[in-house]
């Protein structure tokens, strides 16, 4: 059995905002995959310290009267997702795991917890990068668009928030491993490395394509 089969826990995040630095974690999801299919799923909404901004809502839906009626105490959630993603030994897949693995680490050392360790960190967004190179067009390589060039067909009410946005990750990573057998029959450990190997690769080349860009005219 590949370490697909074995098991992976699809994980995303809502926030508020996409400061890694200073915007907090709303809502979180983590929905375990063992043989292909999802066996299990967990939820936190958190009671935030800030306000969340309207625009942010208009995204996830979650409201600031949601946020202070409903959800958890921050320390006691953001304690619950570290010890729920490292207790399982399982790969942690995001969608752009950069971010959500960053904001969760910054609002974990805000509230005087460690950040994650020892969690296998796997991106479906970064093997899209690297094994389909040029996808052309605006936007094309969110979440939805990208999900869709691999034949999975969503129905709107399955999109946005954080457990339907994991369940989505999770089906695209295993229609990656479909398209791309090869590439996942190595050991996790070599794959993860490489994973981060391209991530590094790709930040390099976005970056040198911005040095290259003209300036903007005032």
Known sequence: MSWVENGFIAFDTETTGI???SDRVVSAAAVVYRDGVEVSSQEWLINVDIDIPEA???VHGITNEMSRSQGQDQ????SSIRDFLMNSKLPVVCFNSAFDRGI???NLERVGLDPLSGVVDICPFVIDKQMDKYVKGKAQRRLQPTVA???LEISEDDWHGALADSRVTGLLLLAQAQRY???FKGELGEF???VGVWREEQDASFKAWLAAQPPLKS
């Open 19 to 21: 400061d890694i630095a």
């Open 56 to 58: 942010a809502s208009a």
């Open 75 to 78: 320390v006691v959630a953001l």
């Open 104 to 106: 969760l680490d910054a």
């Open 149 to 151: 060039r691999y034949g």
């Open 181 to 183: 057998p090869d590439l």
């Open 192 to 194: 993860a490395q490489a």
